[in-house]
T-cell receptor, first 114, second 114 residues
């Protein structure tokens, strides 16, 4: 069964600090992995998307890594800001003839305090 | 703004009511999706439409009935819902259905079934 596990479930940090969110998956056959940011009361917004051959991808202060061998990904947030407070969702897609078959994680709730 | 608009933003309905959720995208995309997001649970993909044709129905109860009259509009018709159907319903669109693809989400409709 395809699964995506995220940790921690929630995280509280001070503004300006760095943090790392984890995503472990058992999705097969692997197609790609995405990280989304979801603000309260809003829909998810794509941060990064990585395919099998990509190890790291950055989007501003967000850097995602992918280890396809260990089936792990991380999202590193540098110099956190209050606006980073949100839920971060890891989504892994299986390859099925080019169709989109996603498996979603439950998300990590991040709170950044001033 | 993501270019995907959902109405209404909030909806309260009784179990015997009939209501519809509306989604409109202004991005020229060919694929549209309905998701259900319940508290403490991962996002669940409900329906996928590609070029106005329903291509996936992930074992969703028949009390949820989607409709895609054209590539810009997507509806979710609701009837005789149960309290456990209370959730955030998210609409998304993408350029095409093939993976990998970036999805753009609406802000969602918060549904409460009494």
């Amino acid at each position: 069964k395809n699964q995506v596990e995220q940790s921690p479930q929630s995280l509280i940090i001070l503004e300006g600090k760095n943090c790392t969110l984890q995503c472990n998956y058992t999705v097969s056959p692997f197609s790609n992995l995405r990280w989304y940011k979801q603000d309260t009361g809003r829909g998810p917004v794509s941060l990064t998307i990585m395919t099998f051959s990509e190890n790291t991808k950055s989007n501003g202060r967000y850097t995602a890594t992918l280890d396809a061998d260990t089936k792990q990904s991380s999202l590193h947030i540098t110099a956190s800001q209050l606006s980073d407070s949100a839920s971060y969702i890891c989504v892994v897609s299986a390859n099925s003839g080019g169709s989109y078959i996603p498996t979603f994680g439950r998300g990590t709730s991040l709170i950044v305090h001033p | 703004e993501t270019g995907v608009t959902q109405t209404p933003r909030h909806l309260v309905m009784g179990m015997t009511n009939k209501k519809s959720l509306k989604c409109e995208q202004h991005l020229g995309h060919n694929a549209m999706y309905w998701y259900k997001q319940s508290a403490k649970k991962p996002l669940e993909l409900m329906f996928v439409y590609s070029l106005e044709e329903r291509v996936e129905n992930n074992s969703v109860p028949s009390r949820f009935s989607p409709e895609c009259p054209n590539s810009s509009h997507l509806f979710l018709h609701l009837h005789t819902l149960q309290p456990e159907d209370s959730a955030l319903y998210l609409c998304a669109s993408s350029q095409e259905r093939a993976d990998p693809t970036i999805q753009y989400f609406g802000a969602g409709t918060r549904l409460s079934v009494l």
